[in-house]
């Protein structure tokens, strides 16, 4: 079903890229003057569903070998630092001058928000709301152990209390799980079927991980290296582009 699925996507989007940029071939687009250019970018979404479908695992194409690049690692890929997200320090006080700290423009760049399953007395319901009104553009609670090592992604929908103007506050019935959950190390259980625990090694190959992803319905998901270390966020689009891109260059060749 999934391959079948990919396939159809593939190809619709494929048919729906030729005929647009055929019309404008047809009215002499400068920016596609290469037929070539315009016939490779059709193609690619095809290429790509044929992939990640399982329906090919070589492709040779423009007179250039893409399986080198198509099997590549997911560490070829820049992945999204970990210093975007924002962990709370130790006590409150010292918790609240952090955040006091912070520039304007990093308090915007934070997407994730750290907390460490196995803290005891540590997170307050207060403390938690106040960093996401300070930071405006978190969108998930990142979970790691104490050691560092990932558990999930929770999005922070789940807290967002819809009564509130602009949906700026949060559930405390919810963080209160959230906390207690923290607390007994039992947050994927707590929350269950809320949780976005797909995490992919980054020795796996694009199409591989893609393929995953994919499979999963996810946007995006963490990067450990081998050992089982964190490295980072990983998304889905990244490793489209990559693999479009490749196709791209091949044409050229």
Not at 103 to 127: C, F, N, T
Not at 146 to 170: A, V
Request: glycine content about 6%; some cysteine; aromatic content about 10%.
């Amino acid at each position: 079903m999934y391959k079948n699925r990919a396939l159809g996507i593939g190809m619709s989007v494929s048919v729906f890229l030729f005929v647009a940029l055929g019309v404008l071939q047809a009215i002499e687009a400068k920016f596609l003057e290469l037929p070539m250019h315009w016939i490779a970018i059709a193609v690619s979404p095809l290429i790509l569903a044929l992939f990640t479908g399982g329906f090919i695992t070589r492709f040779k194409g423009f007179g250039v070998e893409l399986e080198t690049t198509l099997k590549a690692p997911v560490a070829s890929l820049n992945l999204t630092a970990s210093d975007v997200v924002a962990d709370i320090p130790g006590d409150e006080k010292g918790s609240f001058s952090y955040l006091d700290s912070l520039p304007a423009d990093k308090k915007l760049a934070v997407k994730w928000l750290l907390l460490r399953s196995g803290k005891k007395h540590y997170y307050s319901a207060h403390g938690i709301e106040t960093y996401v009104r300070e930071l405006p553009n978190i969108q998930y609670f990142e979970v790691r152990t104490e050691s560092g090592e990932f558990i999930c992604f929770l999005p922070i929908t789940i807290f967002r209390d819809g009564r509130q103007p602009f949906n700026s506050g949060l559930k405390h019935d919810k963080l209160q799980q959230l906390i207690e959950a923290i607390e007994t190390e039992n947050v994927t259980e707590s929350f269950r079927g809320q949780t976005i625990t797909l995490k992919v090694k980054s020795d796996q190959s694009l199409v591989a991980v893609l393929r995953l992803m994919r499979a999963e319905n996810v946007e995006f998901a963490a990067i450990v290296s081998p050992s089982g270390n964190y490295l980072g966020v990983l998304f889905t689009n990244e490793v489209e582009k990559k693999i479009a891109d490749s196709v791209l260059s091949a044409s050229t060749a």
